[in-house]
């Protein structure tokens, strides 16, 4: 049973799933889908060419799936916003759509984007993130899974935040985030590497082992990062995690936030 309260309006067009609940002063918009048990409370509005997954709760005066505010955007083009499963948003969140025609912002499932953060235009979401209260992505961030994101904290547009990483609340983040590892300050550096993240998201000890001996040679000794980078695959021929990060160092285009001399006494110390 879909229960649509009386003062909400909701499109002829609009795929509503069951058991849905729409809520007081909701508006769901043209070309829109709804997934089953998915609860939009009130004052939730959701535009056109927008899809959710199912299981979710939307909390007041949530926008999802609004206009791109990219000043390049063209008005009338059509672009997409898609967000997953069991994803708990709390209010004031905003999660814009696209910019060009036909792209899209996705966020996956089983994420908690907490009070008044925001996903900008043509962002990639991971499944299991959270985004902690005023959290900002700009336009074309990439965020991997099990990604948490500290409250008050910025990530600079095209900025990729790679699987299990922290950016610590109130930090800047202008340049990409390697798997793993947590970033802090102004601008933000990666410190550490974050094991109780890792804890938390199912990884072992001796991965996360390896993942703290790849860290330190990469940035904790004077070599080119080119050579650290060879010697680490070398070391770690068949280990999912360190291609992933290798690749990440390899492909990234905004730069990497290094670490600084003073988080050095820090990783040597941590064992």
């Not at 996360?208 to 060879?230: G, H, P, T, W, Y």
């Amino acid at each position: 049973m879909i229960k649509v309260d009386k003062l909400a309006v909701v499109d002829p067009s609009a795929e509503i799933g069951e058991n849905c609940v729409i809520g007081p002063f909701c508006t769901v918009g043209a070309n829109t889908k709804i997934g089953a048990n998915t609860i939009l409370r009130s004052h939730v509005v959701v535009e056109p060419h927008t899809s959710i997954g199912k299981d979710c709760d939307v909390y007041p005066f949530v926008t999802l799936g609004i206009q791109s505010q990219d000043l390049k955007y063209v008005p009338e083009t059509v672009t997409y916003t898609d967000i997953g499963d069991r994803n708990f948003i709390r209010e004031f969140v905003s999660v814009h759509s696209g910019t060009e025609e036909g792209s899209r912002t996705s966020i996956g499932d089983d994420c908690a984007l907490l009070a008044q953060s925001h996903v900008a235009h043509n962002c990639t979401v991971g499944n299991h993130v959270v985004m902690s209260h005023g959290a900002t992505l700009g336009g074309h961030v990439i965020i991997g899974d099990h990604v948490n994101i500290g409250g008050l904290s910025a990530i600079h547009q095209f900025c990729h935040v790679g699987k299990a990483a922290m950016v610590a609340g109130m930090a800047k983040a202008s340049q990409d985030v390697l798997p793993f590892t947590i970033a802090d300050g102004h601008p933000a550096h990666m410190r550490v590497i974050n094991k109780v993240g890792m804890e938390r998201a199912g990884y072992s000890g001796d991965e996360i082992s390896e993942v703290r001996k790849a860290f330190r040679i990469l940035f904790m000794r004077e070599m080119r990062l080119e050579d650290a980078v060879n010697e680490v695959s070398e070391i770690f021929p068949e280990s999912a995690n360190i291609k992933l990060m290798l690749d990440a160092v390899v492909s990234s285009q905004r730069g990497l936030a290094r670490p600084e001399t003073a988080t050095f006494e820090i990783n040597m110390a941590d064992d």
